[in-house]
């Protein structure tokens, strides 16, 4: 692709210097000249108004996906439990699926698994494609992928949503690779563009300084990932459904890998994307000695504990109680953020909090603007008598 510049229609105005995000243009006796370090992006010629800036690109057409329908959802489970973020993720697929009138589908993948399909459909599943062999009893990242894989070339989805777990880590760039799509992962937010018709995927970027908000026009299905916690869960009591069975040819040859042994780390507190009350610590807390007053505070309000980034790579608490854009996303009922300043980072995690309790000494922090309630003051002083007055209630 080359890039040039008509001299005699060029006015000087710089509107390609400053929109060229490679400094790829400079001005040169009041025109504009293309240097060497140009990409090619083009930036420049939609910047130009004189329509001085020309390309022998041809444009990009979009393809016709007429054929793509449905949106999918896929459906973890493990050793027979749902994981609560399908859950959600069926609340959201429903509300995507209403703007482009299609069904959602949910894709539940194991053996012996027949019986989540009803609590799909209840939870929002037209369908539900589910798959079962004995290759598939456990997660292993490859019949996984041969049988989604498989699967989108039977039925050409248009929109696939997964969880950002454990799993769905592992499991969605192999199928977005293997399908040749692009993938959004962390997003926060989702929603259809009216005219276009295509999926509007938002996440933090930059640090989470930015919310980007991405369009993908040229493949599909359209893919994304969320973290647990940011949907809500939208029970649909008496919804009928179908279930489609479907088969993979795969056999243990094929998979290389085996599971000898599934050791688990004991948990010594509850689940934070579940708790009802939540009481958050960062910088301000101190040290260690701080959050175990705090957890004194959660257990008296029958809640759990969580902290801050900073709270982590210190050691005061462990790295999964941690809540904001690097962890967790939690919808509490009650969060209570205990020397927290607020950073855009740490906010993007509780942002669907109900209500937001702030103990903070600095009456500026950006906790403030966020929170339903603040109190300016000395956490130390603060928390003990909070408790105080807790027990004695």
């Given at each position: 692709m080359?890039?040039?510049i008509?001299?005699?229609?060029?006015?000087?105005?710089k509107?390609?210097v400053?929109a060229?995000p490679?400094e790829?243009?400079?001005?040169?006796?009041?025109?504009?000249?293309?240097l060497e370090?140009?990409?090619?992006?083009?930036?420049?010629?939609e910047?130009c108004?004189?329509?001085?800036?020309s390309?022998?690109?041809?444009?990009?057409?979009?393809p016709?996906?007429?054929?793509?329908?449905?949106?999918?959802?896929?459906?973890?489970?493990?050793?027979?439990?749902?994981?609560?973020?399908?859950?959600?993720?069926?609340g959201?697929?429903g509300?995507?699926?209403?703007?482009?009138?299609?069904e959602v589908?949910?894709?539940?993948?194991?053996?012996?698994?027949?019986?989540?399909?009803?609590t799909?459909?209840q939870?929002?599943?037209?369908?539900?494609i589910?798959?079962e062999?004995?290759c598939?009893?456990?997660y292993?990242?490859?019949?996984y992928?041969?049988?989604?894989?498989?699967?989108?070339?039977?039925f050409?989805?248009?929109?696939?949503?997964?969880g950002?777990?454990?799993?769905?880590?592992?499991?969605?760039?192999r199928?977005?690779?293997?399908?040749?799509?692009?993938l959004?992962?962390?997003?926060?937010?989702?929603s259809?563009?009216?005219?276009?018709?295509?999926?509007?995927?938002?996440r933090?970027?930059?640090g989470g300084?930015?919310?980007?908000t991405i369009?993908?026009?040229y493949?599909?299905?359209q893919?994304?990932?969320v973290?647990?916690?940011?949907m809500?869960?939208k029970?649909?009591?008496g919804k009928q459904?179908?279930?489609?069975?479907?088969?993979?040819?795969?056999?243990?040859?094929?998979?290389?890998?085996k599971i000898l042994?599934?050791?688990r780390?004991?948990r010594?507190?509850?689940?934070?994307?579940?708790?009802?009350?939540?009481?958050?610590?960062g910088?301000?807390?101190g040290?260690?000695?701080g959050?175990?007053?705090?957890?004194?505070?959660?257990?008296?309000?029958a809640?759990?504990?969580?902290g801050?980034?900073?709270?982590?790579?210190?050691?005061?608490?462990s790295?999964d109680?941690q809540?904001?854009?690097?962890?967790?996303?939690?919808?509490?009922?009650?969060?209570?953020?205990?020397?927290i300043?607020?950073?855009i980072q740490?906010?993007?995690?509780?942002?669907?909090?109900r209500?937001?309790v702030?103990?903070?000494?600095?009456?500026?922090?950006?906790?403030?603007q966020?929170?339903?309630?603040g109190?300016?003051?000395?956490?130390?002083?603060?928390?003990?008598e909070?408790?105080?007055q807790?027990?004695?209630?």
């Amino acid at each position: 692709m080359t890039i040039w510049i008509d001299a005699e229609l060029c006015n000087g105005c710089k509107r390609c210097v400053k929109a060229c995000p490679y400094e790829g243009v400079e001005m040169r006796d009041g025109k504009a000249h293309i240097l060497e370090r140009c990409t090619s992006c083009g930036a420049c010629i939609e910047s130009c108004k004189q329509k001085a800036i020309s390309s022998d690109a041809a444009p990009r057409e979009i393809p016709d996906f007429s054929d793509r329908k449905g949106v999918w959802v896929y459906a973890e489970q493990r050793e027979g439990k749902l994981h609560s973020v399908s859950l959600e993720l069926l609340g959201k697929a429903g509300e995507l699926a209403e703007n482009l009138d299609q069904e959602v589908s949910a894709v539940l993948l194991g053996d012996g698994v027949v019986h989540l399909a009803e609590t799909l459909i209840q939870y929002g599943a037209d369908h539900v494609i589910l798959v079962e062999d004995p290759c598939l009893l456990q997660y292993r990242t490859v019949p996984y992928t041969d049988a989604m894989e498989m699967l989108i070339g039977r039925f050409k989805p248009n929109i696939l949503l997964m969880g950002a777990t454990h799993i769905g880590r592992d499991l969605a760039p192999r199928i977005s690779r293997r399908v040749a799509v692009g993938l959004t992962a962390d997003c926060t937010e989702l929603s259809i563009d009216p005219d276009e018709k295509i999926l509007l995927q938002t996440r933090p970027a930059f640090g989470g300084n930015v919310m980007a908000t991405i369009a993908n026009r040229y493949s599909r299905p359209q893919m994304a990932t969320v973290r647990p916690g940011v949907m809500e869960q939208k029970e649909c009591p008496g919804k009928q459904g179908e279930i489609i069975r479907e088969s993979i040819s795969i056999s243990e040859q094929d998979v290389q890998t085996k599971i000898l042994e599934i050791v688990r780390e004991a948990r010594k507190t509850g689940d934070l994307s579940k708790a009802k009350i939540v009481v958050g610590g960062g910088r301000g807390v101190g040290d260690a000695d701080g959050f175990r007053v705090l957890e004194k505070l959660a257990d008296v309000l029958a809640g759990e504990v969580a902290g801050t980034r900073v709270a982590v790579e210190e050691g005061w608490i462990s790295a999964d109680r941690q809540v904001g854009q690097t962890g967790q996303s939690i919808r509490p009922e009650l969060y209570i953020a205990c020397g927290i300043s607020g950073a855009i980072q740490h906010r993007a995690g509780i942002m669907n909090a109900r209500y937001i309790v702030a103990i903070n000494r600095d009456e500026r922090a950006p906790i403030f603007q966020v929170a339903d309630w603040g109190i300016v003051g000395d956490l130390r002083e603060l928390v003990p008598e909070m408790i105080r007055q807790l027990e004695s209630a």
